[in-house]
Protein backbone atom coordinates (compact mmCIF):
# COMPACT_ATOMS: atom_id res chain seq x y z
CA UNK A 1 0.00 0.00 0.00
CA UNK A 2 1.16 3.91 -0.48
CA UNK A 3 -0.16 6.83 -1.18
CA UNK A 4 -0.43 9.75 -3.50
CA UNK A 5 -0.48 13.08 -3.80
CA UNK A 6 -0.12 16.21 -6.46
CA UNK A 7 3.28 17.80 -7.20
CA UNK A 8 2.96 21.03 -5.47
CA UNK A 9 2.34 19.13 -2.05
CA UNK A 10 5.06 16.99 -2.63
CA UNK A 11 6.98 19.82 -2.92
CA UNK A 12 6.22 21.54 -0.08
CA UNK A 13 7.15 18.46 1.68
CA UNK A 14 10.56 18.59 0.09
CA UNK A 15 11.04 21.89 0.64
CA UNK A 16 10.51 20.60 4.59
CA UNK A 17 12.77 17.88 4.15
CA UNK A 18 15.67 20.08 2.73
CA UNK A 19 16.14 21.56 6.13
CA UNK A 20 17.54 18.29 7.19
CA UNK A 21 18.95 16.88 4.28
CA UNK A 22 20.63 17.53 0.74
CA UNK A 23 18.90 16.13 -2.10
CA UNK A 24 19.95 14.65 -4.52
CA UNK A 25 18.75 13.47 -8.15
CA UNK A 26 19.62 12.96 -11.42
CA UNK A 27 19.08 16.46 -13.71
CA UNK A 28 19.82 17.58 -17.28
CA UNK A 29 22.78 19.99 -17.12
CA UNK A 30 21.63 21.36 -20.88
CA UNK A 31 24.71 22.45 -22.64
CA UNK A 32 26.94 20.44 -20.53
CA UNK A 33 27.84 17.69 -22.58
CA UNK A 34 31.31 16.01 -23.92
CA UNK A 35 30.52 18.22 -27.17
CA UNK A 36 29.43 21.42 -28.01
CA UNK A 37 25.73 21.96 -27.84
CA UNK A 38 25.00 18.90 -26.07
CA UNK A 39 23.81 17.73 -22.75
CA UNK A 40 24.38 15.54 -19.91
CA UNK A 41 22.72 14.24 -17.13
CA UNK A 42 24.18 13.83 -14.10
CA UNK A 43 23.85 14.07 -10.02
CA UNK A 44 22.91 17.58 -8.66
CA UNK A 45 20.84 18.87 -5.77
CA UNK A 46 17.53 19.67 -6.53
CA UNK A 47 14.48 21.96 -5.00
CA UNK A 48 11.93 20.49 -6.68
CA UNK A 49 10.60 16.66 -8.07
CA UNK A 50 10.32 18.56 -11.24
CA UNK A 51 13.78 18.57 -11.96
CA UNK A 52 14.65 14.99 -11.96
CA UNK A 53 15.15 12.72 -14.77
CA UNK A 54 12.78 10.20 -14.93
CA UNK A 55 12.61 9.21 -18.49
CA UNK A 56 16.79 9.13 -19.34
CA UNK A 57 19.76 7.51 -17.89
CA UNK A 58 22.28 9.82 -15.87
CA UNK A 59 25.27 9.88 -17.84
CA UNK A 60 26.97 10.14 -14.41
CA UNK A 61 26.30 7.49 -11.60
CA UNK A 62 25.44 8.66 -7.77
CA UNK A 63 28.97 7.19 -6.37
CA UNK A 64 30.22 11.01 -6.56
CA UNK A 65 27.43 11.66 -3.47
CA UNK A 66 29.08 9.52 -1.23
CA UNK A 67 33.12 9.05 -3.05
CA UNK A 68 33.72 12.89 -3.86
CA UNK A 69 35.73 13.12 -6.88
CA UNK A 70 38.63 15.40 -4.63
CA UNK A 71 37.63 14.76 -1.22
CA UNK A 72 40.42 16.44 1.38
CA UNK A 73 41.02 13.82 4.11
CA UNK A 74 42.90 16.25 6.40
CA UNK A 75 44.68 19.70 6.54
CA UNK A 76 48.44 19.77 8.10
CA UNK A 77 50.80 22.09 9.77
CA UNK A 78 54.46 21.74 11.36
CA UNK A 79 52.45 20.39 14.37
CA UNK A 80 49.38 18.88 13.62
CA UNK A 81 46.25 17.45 11.05
CA UNK A 82 42.92 18.59 11.88
CA UNK A 83 40.11 17.02 9.74
CA UNK A 84 37.85 18.64 7.74
CA UNK A 85 34.47 19.60 9.27
CA UNK A 86 31.79 17.47 7.76
CA UNK A 87 28.02 19.18 6.68
CA UNK A 88 25.88 17.85 8.94
CA UNK A 89 22.90 17.39 6.85
CA UNK A 90 21.80 14.14 6.40
CA UNK A 91 21.98 12.95 2.66
CA UNK A 92 18.60 11.74 0.08
CA UNK A 93 19.16 10.41 -2.81
CA UNK A 94 16.76 9.55 -5.80
CA UNK A 95 18.22 6.35 -7.78
CA UNK A 96 17.40 3.20 -9.43
CA UNK A 97 17.46 -0.38 -8.65
CA UNK A 98 21.40 -0.90 -10.50
CA UNK A 99 22.57 1.72 -8.51
CA UNK A 100 20.92 0.71 -5.28
CA UNK A 101 23.02 -2.60 -6.14
CA UNK A 102 26.05 -0.48 -6.99
CA UNK A 103 26.39 1.17 -3.87
CA UNK A 104 26.31 -2.69 -1.98
CA UNK A 105 29.32 -2.99 -4.00
CA UNK A 106 30.79 0.13 -2.54
CA UNK A 107 30.00 -1.12 0.91
CA UNK A 108 32.02 -4.01 0.57
CA UNK A 109 34.69 -2.54 -0.69
CA UNK A 110 35.05 -0.06 1.39
CA UNK A 111 33.28 -1.30 5.36
CA UNK A 112 33.66 -5.00 4.68
CA UNK A 113 36.78 -5.41 3.36
CA UNK A 114 38.96 -5.81 6.30
CA UNK A 115 38.88 -2.03 7.26
CA UNK A 116 36.06 0.16 7.46
CA UNK A 117 37.31 3.58 5.45
CA UNK A 118 36.25 6.33 7.67
CA UNK A 119 35.62 8.74 5.02
CA UNK A 120 33.25 6.93 3.38
CA UNK A 121 31.30 5.62 6.46
CA UNK A 122 30.93 9.32 7.69
CA UNK A 123 29.04 9.97 4.30
CA UNK A 124 27.02 6.74 3.44
CA UNK A 125 25.69 6.45 7.36
CA UNK A 126 23.56 9.86 5.78
CA UNK A 127 22.22 8.05 3.22
CA UNK A 128 18.46 7.31 2.28
CA UNK A 129 17.39 5.98 -1.31
CA UNK A 130 14.80 7.14 -3.14
CA UNK A 131 13.87 4.13 -5.91
CA UNK A 132 13.21 5.29 -9.40
CA UNK A 133 11.49 2.88 -11.43
CA UNK A 134 12.54 1.54 -14.81
CA UNK A 135 9.61 1.07 -16.84
CA UNK A 136 11.63 -0.26 -19.92
CA UNK A 137 15.28 -0.67 -20.70
CA UNK A 138 17.70 2.25 -21.82
CA UNK A 139 20.01 1.65 -24.52
CA UNK A 140 23.40 -0.82 -23.77
CA UNK A 141 21.81 -1.72 -20.36
CA UNK A 142 21.82 -5.24 -19.15
CA UNK A 143 20.94 -5.32 -15.84
CA UNK A 144 18.90 -8.20 -15.80
CA UNK A 145 21.79 -10.29 -17.02
CA UNK A 146 23.75 -9.20 -13.94
CA UNK A 147 20.20 -9.66 -11.28
CA UNK A 148 20.29 -5.64 -10.57
CA UNK A 149 17.26 -4.76 -12.08
CA UNK A 150 14.99 -5.02 -9.18
CA UNK A 151 15.44 -4.35 -5.35
CA UNK A 152 13.58 -3.81 -2.40
CA UNK A 153 16.65 -1.80 -0.65
CA UNK A 154 15.04 1.35 -0.74
CA UNK A 155 13.74 4.31 1.98
CA UNK A 156 10.91 5.52 -0.11
CA UNK A 157 10.04 5.14 -3.70
CA UNK A 158 8.32 7.84 -6.05
CA UNK A 159 6.80 7.83 -9.50
CA UNK A 160 5.32 11.02 -11.26
CA UNK A 161 1.77 10.42 -13.34
CA UNK A 162 0.89 14.03 -14.76
CA UNK A 163 0.38 15.89 -11.91
CA UNK A 164 0.83 13.41 -9.23
CA UNK A 165 3.16 11.71 -7.20
CA UNK A 166 2.65 8.17 -6.34
CA UNK A 167 5.00 7.15 -2.77
CA UNK A 168 6.10 3.53 -1.47
CA UNK A 169 7.95 5.23 2.37
CA UNK A 170 9.22 2.22 4.26
CA UNK A 171 10.88 4.58 6.56
CA UNK A 172 9.32 6.07 9.29
CA UNK A 173 11.67 8.91 9.60
CA UNK A 174 10.86 10.39 6.15
CA UNK A 175 6.94 9.47 6.41
CA UNK A 176 7.05 12.09 9.18
CA UNK A 177 7.85 14.95 6.33
CA UNK A 178 3.91 14.04 5.18
CA UNK A 179 1.16 15.28 6.14
CA UNK A 180 -1.32 12.56 6.56
CA UNK A 181 -4.15 13.74 6.21
CA UNK A 182 -3.27 15.53 3.09
CA UNK A 183 -2.56 11.67 1.71
CA UNK A 184 -4.58 9.65 -0.60
CA UNK A 185 -4.10 5.89 0.04
CA UNK A 186 -3.46 3.59 -2.98
CA UNK A 187 -1.70 0.65 -4.32
CA UNK A 188 1.92 1.42 -5.73
CA UNK A 189 3.92 -0.66 -7.05
CA UNK A 190 7.76 0.23 -8.26
CA UNK A 191 8.44 -0.22 -11.79
CA UNK A 192 11.14 -2.71 -12.35
CA UNK A 193 13.04 -4.02 -16.05
CA UNK A 194 12.17 -7.56 -16.66
CA UNK A 195 13.99 -6.97 -20.04
CA UNK A 196 17.01 -5.62 -21.66
CA UNK A 197 17.89 -6.20 -25.65
CA UNK A 198 21.45 -6.94 -25.01
CA UNK A 199 22.03 -9.89 -22.35
CA UNK A 200 25.19 -11.37 -20.82
CA UNK A 201 26.34 -14.62 -20.09
CA UNK A 202 29.28 -15.40 -17.73
CA UNK A 203 31.12 -18.64 -17.97
CA UNK A 204 30.65 -20.84 -15.38
CA UNK A 205 34.15 -22.16 -15.61
CA UNK A 206 35.81 -19.08 -16.02
CA UNK A 207 39.10 -18.76 -14.48
CA UNK A 208 42.84 -17.49 -14.94
CA UNK A 209 43.82 -19.43 -18.03
CA UNK A 210 41.64 -16.72 -19.71
CA UNK A 211 44.80 -14.06 -19.23
CA UNK A 212 46.33 -16.22 -21.92
CA UNK A 213 43.65 -15.61 -24.39
CA UNK A 214 44.31 -14.00 -27.74
CA UNK A 215 40.87 -11.65 -27.34
CA UNK A 216 42.64 -9.13 -25.28
CA UNK A 217 44.82 -8.10 -27.64
CA UNK A 218 42.47 -5.94 -29.92
CA UNK A 219 42.67 -3.85 -26.74
CA UNK A 220 45.98 -2.96 -27.26
CA UNK A 221 45.16 -0.58 -30.42
CA UNK A 222 41.42 -0.12 -29.78
CA UNK A 223 41.51 1.27 -26.39
CA UNK A 224 43.26 4.66 -25.65
CA UNK A 225 43.46 4.68 -22.05
CA UNK A 226 41.26 7.68 -21.18
CA UNK A 227 39.43 6.17 -18.34
CA UNK A 228 35.58 7.26 -18.47
CA UNK A 229 34.33 3.75 -18.43
CA UNK A 230 35.78 3.67 -14.88
CA UNK A 231 34.64 7.44 -13.63
CA UNK A 232 30.94 6.57 -14.88
CA UNK A 233 30.75 3.19 -13.79
CA UNK A 234 29.16 3.40 -10.09
CA UNK A 235 31.24 0.57 -9.03
CA UNK A 236 34.97 1.92 -9.58
CA UNK A 237 36.75 2.70 -6.71
CA UNK A 238 40.37 3.26 -7.43
CA UNK A 239 42.06 6.46 -6.44
CA UNK A 240 45.18 8.13 -5.58
CA UNK A 241 46.23 10.28 -3.17
CA UNK A 242 47.86 13.83 -3.57
CA UNK A 243 49.22 16.52 -1.00
CA UNK A 244 48.76 20.28 -1.71
CA UNK A 245 51.52 22.74 -0.39
CA UNK A 246 50.75 26.14 0.60
CA UNK A 247 52.72 28.47 -1.23
CA UNK A 248 54.03 30.50 1.62
CA UNK A 249 54.48 27.36 3.99
CA UNK A 250 55.36 23.82 2.20
CA UNK A 251 55.17 22.47 5.76
CA UNK A 252 51.31 23.19 5.57
CA UNK A 253 48.87 21.90 3.09
CA UNK A 254 45.93 18.86 2.78
CA UNK A 255 45.92 15.58 1.66
CA UNK A 256 43.45 14.67 -0.66
CA UNK A 257 41.72 12.00 -2.49
CA UNK A 258 41.03 11.49 -6.03
CA UNK A 259 39.42 9.36 -8.48
CA UNK A 260 41.63 7.41 -10.23
CA UNK A 261 41.47 4.16 -12.65
CA UNK A 262 43.32 1.20 -13.61
CA UNK A 263 43.16 2.47 -17.28
CA UNK A 264 45.11 5.54 -17.43
CA UNK A 265 48.86 5.66 -17.68
CA UNK A 266 50.77 5.48 -14.55
CA UNK A 267 48.01 4.62 -12.55
CA UNK A 268 49.84 1.17 -11.33
CA UNK A 269 53.76 2.22 -11.95
CA UNK A 270 55.61 1.45 -8.65
CA UNK A 271 58.74 3.29 -7.57
CA UNK A 272 62.19 2.44 -9.23
CA UNK A 273 60.12 2.92 -12.66
CA UNK A 274 58.53 -1.11 -12.40
CA UNK A 275 54.76 -0.89 -14.02
CA UNK A 276 52.31 -3.06 -14.05
CA UNK A 277 50.15 -3.73 -16.84
CA UNK A 278 51.59 -1.11 -19.47
CA UNK A 279 49.77 -2.34 -22.06
CA UNK A 280 46.41 -1.66 -22.64
CA UNK A 281 45.25 -4.79 -23.48
CA UNK A 282 46.13 -5.70 -20.02
CA UNK A 283 44.34 -3.25 -18.57
CA UNK A 284 41.49 -4.52 -20.10
CA UNK A 285 41.41 -7.56 -18.63
CA UNK A 286 42.01 -6.60 -15.22
CA UNK A 287 39.43 -4.65 -15.32
CA UNK A 288 36.83 -7.09 -16.82
CA UNK A 289 38.08 -10.39 -15.21
CA UNK A 290 37.86 -7.58 -11.60
CA UNK A 291 34.10 -7.24 -12.55
CA UNK A 292 33.18 -10.52 -13.41
CA UNK A 293 35.26 -12.91 -11.68
CA UNK A 294 37.81 -11.74 -9.04
CA UNK A 295 35.14 -10.00 -7.15
CA UNK A 296 33.15 -13.12 -7.03
CA UNK A 297 35.42 -14.91 -5.39
CA UNK A 298 35.74 -12.50 -2.46
CA UNK A 299 32.19 -11.05 -1.99
CA UNK A 300 29.81 -14.10 -3.70
CA UNK A 301 28.28 -11.52 -6.24
CA UNK A 302 29.24 -10.16 -9.65
CA UNK A 303 31.18 -6.55 -9.35
CA UNK A 304 29.31 -5.17 -12.46
CA UNK A 305 25.90 -3.86 -12.13
CA UNK A 306 24.70 -3.62 -15.90
CA UNK A 307 23.78 0.08 -16.36
CA UNK A 308 25.55 0.27 -19.25
CA UNK A 309 27.43 3.61 -18.72
CA UNK A 310 30.87 2.01 -19.58
CA UNK A 311 29.11 1.52 -23.53
CA UNK A 312 27.18 4.57 -23.33
CA UNK A 313 30.45 6.90 -22.45
CA UNK A 314 33.49 5.37 -24.41
CA UNK A 315 35.08 7.26 -27.05
CA UNK A 316 36.13 4.18 -29.58
CA UNK A 317 32.76 2.29 -29.14
CA UNK A 318 34.12 -0.34 -26.85
CA UNK A 319 31.54 -2.84 -25.38
CA UNK A 320 31.90 -4.59 -21.84
CA UNK A 321 28.86 -6.37 -22.57
CA UNK A 322 30.46 -7.84 -25.82
CA UNK A 323 34.09 -7.98 -23.97
CA UNK A 324 31.99 -10.27 -21.11
CA UNK A 325 30.45 -12.73 -24.23
CA UNK A 326 33.75 -13.24 -25.73
CA UNK A 327 34.55 -14.90 -22.29
CA UNK A 328 32.66 -17.81 -23.54
CA UNK A 329 34.74 -18.27 -27.03
CA UNK A 330 37.84 -17.46 -25.40
CA UNK A 331 37.28 -20.36 -22.48
CA UNK A 332 36.77 -22.84 -24.94
CA UNK A 333 39.80 -21.50 -26.74
CA UNK A 334 42.60 -21.85 -23.72
CA UNK A 335 40.43 -25.20 -22.48
Known sequence: MGFKLNIKKFDEQLETLRQEYKVYAPVKLTGKGTFADTD?????????????????????????IVIPITQTLFYFTEDNCIEPKCDEKKILIFLRSC??????????????????DYYYKNLKDKVKFVLMGCSESFENCFCVSMGSNSTEEYDMYTK???????????????????????????????EFVLFNEIKVTIPKNLDQRIFKSKMWDEYSNRCIACGRCNFVCGTCTCFTMQDVFSKDNKNVGERRRI????????????????????????????????KVYDFKKRAGYHM?????????????????????NKLNEAMNEVE
Not at 307 to 312: E, I, K, L, S, Y
Open 40 to 64: TIRYEEIKSIREIEFDAKSSFSPKE
Open 99 to 116: DIHAMKRLDEVFLRNGNE
Open 160 to 190: INDDEVFIDCKSEELMNYFKIDELESVEVEP
Open 259 to 290: WSSCHVDGFSDMAGGHGFRKDKKDRMRFKVMH
Open 304 to 324: CIGCGRCDDICPEYISFACCV
